[in-house]
């Protein structure tokens, strides 16, 4: 039998893998790299952040080789603070262990500046760089492939990647968690069974459109007391421009506390007992490249009524598998959108479980990781050829 492949995804120096909040790159990379793990024919590494976490530097869980790069405060106040040097920072180090480890293929993620850093000192590597977001890239650039979660982001590099492949691979969802009711949340287990939920998951942030949402509330809250606002989503804090949104939103829904919950950041693995809580998921963003959320909605068997940014109508299809907003940044309208949806249970049932059907043959985390394997094994190809 032949030895597996080592492999490394590269994660931003950011957040911790697994992460423990909302973290959409840092919970993908870990999905996928576990069920890597299980094929037998890849051995996945994880090159992440070590700050904030007391996980072991080195360690392998569920067959997944992790390596955490924590750099010391003298290093970070002499080489990144006062001369800018940055000799042996966290791209650097990455580097040299893929170089140590004999990784073959080297995927990093969402960071185009980070991928070239890493690039730059390997010669003999696959390199892959994967993009959630839409972020320039400068000239000068090299990889083997550019991955992209949509057929929207793709266009959009499109006009930077003239001679780059750039392949879409989509998002998952742990099939299993859906499968089944999950027992519910504490904010649901305080409401009265009359209720009706509507839910917003997210980072509480201008781009996520929520302050629509907030505001079509507004208008339907007095009307309808059986509605109830719950918020899911992590917040800034400190002098800044989310900061400053987050305090304009929570001051502008304090009237409507009977009615609305802001619930705070949740861990991923256990946000399907909140969809699966809620009537009705609303998704108001600004710009959206795929819209993670709005697959777990729909995956947790509720209708889902989304903007038609970005990559969400490659998924989200009006009247089909969910309900794009037809005038997108009109409160009012928005409002009567969400009253028609919710009244007419026959009809959003019906929509709402063909969607789920989608979410579930589509877009497990099983087809994500083989869908993967492929691109791995089509890059290797071509480098015996």
């Known amino acids: 039998m032949s030895q597996p492949v080592d492999i490394a ?10 992460p423990e909040g909302a973290a959409a790159v840092e919970w993908w990379t870990w999905q996928v790299a576990k069920e890597l793990a299980k094929s037998g024919k890849f051995r996945p590494h994880i090159i992440c952040t070590g700050e904030n976490d007391p996980s072991p530097r080195t360690e392998i869980r569920d067959g997944v080789h992790f390596y955490r790069i924590t750099l010391s405060r003298t290093y970070k106040r002499l080489f ?7 000799p ?6 990455a580097a040299n262990y893929c170089l140590s480890k004999s990784i073959r293929i080297v995927h990093t993620q969402n960071s185009p500046s980070l991928h070239q850093q890493v690039a730059k000192k390997l010669k003999l590597q696959k390199t892959i760089l994967h993009m959630h977001n839409e972020k320039p890239i400068n000239t000068g650039f090299r990889a083997d492939l550019v991955l992209v979660v949509s057929n929207h982001l793709a266009h959009w590099y499109e006009k930077y990647l003239l001679n780059t492949e750039i392949r879409v691979i989509t998002n998952g969802i742990d099939r299993n968690l859906y499968l089944h009711p999950s027992p519910p949340p504490d ?3 305080s409401l009265p069974t009359s209720k009706k939920v509507i ?17 079509a509330f507004a208008l339907l809250a007095p009307k309808y007391p059986e509605l109830h606002l719950v918020i899911v989503g992590g917040r800034s804090h400190g002098k800044n421009d989310r900061a400053r949104y987050a305090d304009k939103l929570e001051a502008f829904i304090k009237p409507f506390t009977n009615q609305v919950q802001l619930i705070g950041s949740i861990n991923p693995s256990d946000m399907h007992k909140h969809y699966q809580a809620a009537n009705l998921l609303v998704v108001p963003s600004v710009s959206e490249t795929f819209g993670m959320v709005c697959l777990e909605g729909m995956a947790a068997g509720i209708p889902v ?15 089909k598998t969910g309900f794009l907003i037809e005038k997108y940044g009109d409160a009012s309208h928005l409002a009567a959108q969400i009253l028609d949806i919710l009244m007419h ?3 959003t049932k019906r929509i709402a479980t063909a969607g789920q059907a989608y979410a579930l043959e589509n877009h497990n985390w099983s087809i994500v990781s083989e869908q993967l394997a492929r691109i791995y094994d089509s890059l290797l190809n071509n480098d015996r050829t």
């Open 345 to 347: 249970e026959e009809m």
């Open 88 to 93: 042996y920072g966290y791209a650097a180090r």
């Open 199 to 215: 839910l917003y998951a997210g980072r509480i942030s201008p781009e996520k459109g929520v302050h629509i949402l907030a505001e």
């Open 187 to 189: 904010w649901k287990k």
């Open 80 to 86: 990144q603070k006062w001369t800018r040097l940055d």
């Open 305 to 319: 009524l989304a903007s038609p940014a970005g990559g969400l109508p490659e998924f989200v299809k009006h009247g």
């Open 9 to 18: 995804f590269i994660t931003q120096p950011i957040q911790r893998v697994p």
